[in-house]
């Protein structure tokens, strides 16, 4: 098989993998949540039949919306799709369009994202969207700084950028894995994407209190736009889970070749499964927080991070 044509089919592979099993990740562990909770629980598959019943369904907007209210969940979307060609979520080799952007082109694309969607939901003039944007942005200063440090502190570790180098650099040699500094990086992040998915014991989705930092900004989305906005939350935690398996929790296993492709779309489901099990025992297990604590939690993240890097350039 030609390079080109075998290059083409591992690219599809990957961003088909975000695309159509993101949704699917989140029902499993909604589903085993329940389980552990002693309830029934929604079907694994609740996710997809939300999101095609929310896109047949009428798209109501307020007087007040503008243009950005409505076409930026598109928009939205579009760069999480952008981004899983950049990153290694599936396939450990680069791909199509992967030499555009490096680690911090990836973390700036994500706060892109989480920037459009603040100020499309505040168009909608709702208070009650005006609430939940406001506790978005009194924890987002530390989560954007913890997502951007991370990424640093990983080039610094490694001495590239590049997430695809970084994970070869990781998988060559088990000390380069057991570093002080990267095993720092790796809680931060992880606590990272703890918050960014809503997996705190703290943030339960909902429109109740404990629930508006972020399901508040879907609030006076309908229809379609409010569909691609929770789809694109499911890819969005895919592209942040994925890398955290891959590039700092368990790089290994991975396999090259459109017939590897397809081999890693089952080795991440289980890498898939450990992640979702060990986040259902922390939400299950810990009590939850008031909500100010997540400042606490998300500044521990920060400063391990931070910890990282000056351990990095000391050793360094």
Sequence with gaps: MASDEALLIETIIQVSAAILLSPLYQGIYEKLKA????????SFLQPY??????????VVVTENSSFLFIYAPYVVFGIYLLISFLIPVVYP????????????GGALLFSLASFLKLISSVESGSNFVALGVSR??????FSEATLITVFFGVALITGTNNPYVTLQYLTQD????LQ???????????????????????????????????????YEYSGKLLGILKWGSYVKQYLLGSVLLNVFLFPWLLQTGPLGALLDVFIMF????????????????????????????????????????????LIG
């Design 35 to 42: 389980f552990v909770e002693g309830r029934r629980g929604p």
């Design 49 to 58: 039949y939300d999101i095609f019943k929310l896109l047949k369904k009428e």
């Design 93 to 104: 080799s680069p791909i199509y369009l992967t030499p555009t952007v490096d680690f911090l």
């Design 136 to 141: 978005v942005l009194s924890f987002i200063f």
């Design 174 to 177: 088990v000390s380069h894995y």
């Design 180 to 218: 002080l500094d990267h095993v720092l990086i790796t809680i931060s992040f992880f606590m990272l994407w703890l918050f960014e998915t809503g997996k705190l014991p703290t943030e339960s989705p909902g429109l109740s209190e404990m629930g508006m930092i972020d399901d508040a900004l879907l």
């Design 270 to 313: 289980l890498k898939w499964l450990l992640l979702i099990l060990i986040s259902v025992i922390i939400n299950t297990t810990l009590a939850k927080l008031r909500l100010f604590k997540v400042q606490d939690f998300l500044a521990v993240s920060f400063i391990l991070s931070i910890f990282s890097l000056i351990i990095t350039v």
